[in-house]
T-cell receptor, first 113, second 112 residues
Framework: GNSVTQMEGPVTLSEEAFLTINCTYT??????LFWYVQYPGEGLQLLLKATKADDKGSNKGFEATYRKETTSFHLEKGSVQVSDSAVYFCALSDTGTASKLTFGTGTRLQVTL | DAGVIQSPRHEVTEMGQEVTLRCKPISGHNSLFWYRQTMMRGLELLIY????????DSGMPEDRFSAKMPNASFSTLKIQPSEPRDSAVYFC??????????FGDGTRLSIL
């Protein structure tokens, strides 16, 4: 079956540090890949997506590249801000982008001044 | 644009009581999903609907849980009878055909 593995948190960084959150997946076929972000007390929001190999999703300074050869979709940001503190979820969908999502366990990011 | 609207935002009730959670999807979205989030189990898909029809309810934990979608603009998730282990945050999400899901802000449920 499908699965998503994320690095465990919490991840604690100083403001302006470089961020990487690792995500690897197992899936049949050619899944679409997503990063969602959850701020305290809120639902999940789509951060970025990629639908085929070598696609790069980007939004708000975050980037992730769909790597089929390593089955990975690592999230990166060059310079984090305190406002980026949240929980980040990697997810995949294997039959179109509206079908059921398989989520990772989430990685909590804490950015300090 | 109004997002996915869930009600209530918070619910505290005693075990054995019936609990009904409500969701209004974004207008025009034809898929609707119910999730449960806990510290121990993370985010779990309970059930999802396409065009008001339940497609996959394999995540519904047991017969105490039921979900309905009587029309395109409303869905309910019901727990009867409720138990303390049902305490969690329940999310509803909706999506148009072949587009990413949009989540509501969730219902925080506490069963005493």
């Amino acid at each position: 079956g499908n699965s998503v593995t994320q690095m465990e948190g919490p991840v604690t960084l100083s403001e302006e540090a470089f961020l990487t959150i690792n995500c690897t997946y197992t899936a049949t076929g050619y899944p679409s890949l997503f990063w969602y972000v959850q701020y305290p007390g809120e639902g999940l929001q789509l951060l970025l997506k990629a639908t085929k190999a070598d696609d790069k999703g980007s939004n708000k300074g975050f980037e992730a590249t769909y790597r089929k050869e390593t089955t990975s979709f690592h999230l990166e940001k060059g310079s984090v801000q305190v406002s980026d503190s949240a929980v980040y979820f990697c997810a995949l969908s294997d039959t179109g982008t509206a079908s059921k999502l398989t989520f990772g366990t989430g990685t909590r990011l804490q950015v300090t001044l | 644009d109004a997002g996915v609207i869930q009600s209530p935002r918070h619910e505290v009730t005693e075990m054995g009581q019936e609990v009904t959670l409500r969701c209004k999807p974004i207008s025009g979205h034809n898929s609707l999903f119910w999730y449960r989030q806990t510290m121990m189990r993370g985010l779990e898909l309970l059930i999802y609907f396409n065009n008001n029809v339940p497609i996959d309810d394999s995540g519904m934990p047991e017969d105490r849980f039921s979900a309905k979608m009587p029309n395109a603009s409303f869905s309910t998730l019901k727990i009867q009878p409720s138990e303390p282990r049902d305490s969690a945050v329940y999310f509803c999400a909706s999506s148009p055909h072949n587009q990413p899901q949009h989540f509501g802000d969730g219902t925080r449920l506490s069963i005493l």
